[in-house]
């Protein structure tokens, strides 16, 4: 059972840059995909972006296209998303989650394709 732990939220202005984190322990994630999805407040859970296994393909929500960048670095167990040009819109708790199954090609963009979930951590961008 894999353990995720996501970091780097806070509070930024619009147009500012933050970089989350998410660590795992228990297992390697290396033969996973994952995701970063997001929820805010009153609204359903939606897909931010995704990474294959290996980091050679990734998939990004059209809100946010341009902006954020997904990265994984299987060495330390860890994927990121660097989020720039933020705007009040993306005000919301920031979830990893690892891939229901091992060495997928399809990057899903169902809450339902994810099977392991962290905390979140909250992101609050101020206009």
């Known amino acids: 059972q894999v353990q995720l732990v996501e970091s780097g939220g806070g509070l930024v202005q619009a147009g500012g840059s933050l970089r989350l984190s998410c660590a795992a322990s228990?297992?390697?994630?290396?033969?996973?995909?994952m995701a970063w999805f997001r929820q805010a407040l009153g609204k359903e859970r939606e897909f931010v972006a995704a990474?294959?296994?290996?980091?050679?393909?990734?998939n990004y929500a059209d809100s946010v296209k341009g902006r954020f960048t997904i990265s994984r670095d299987n060495a330390k167990n860890t994927v990121s998303l660097q989020m720039n040009t933020l705007k009040p819109e993306d005000t919301a708790v920031y979830y990893c989650?690892?891939?229901?199954?091992?060495?997928?090609?399809?990057?899903?963009?169902?809450?339902?394709?994810?099977?392991?979930w962290g905390q979140g951590t909250q992101v609050t961008v101020s206009s």
């Open positions: 990474i294959n296994w290996n980091g050679g393909n990734t």
């Open positions: 989650a690892q891939h229901r199954f091992r060495g997928t090609i399809a990057l899903g963009r169902s809450r339902y394709d994810y099977n392991y």
């Open positions: 228990g297992r390697t994630i290396s033969s996973y995909a």
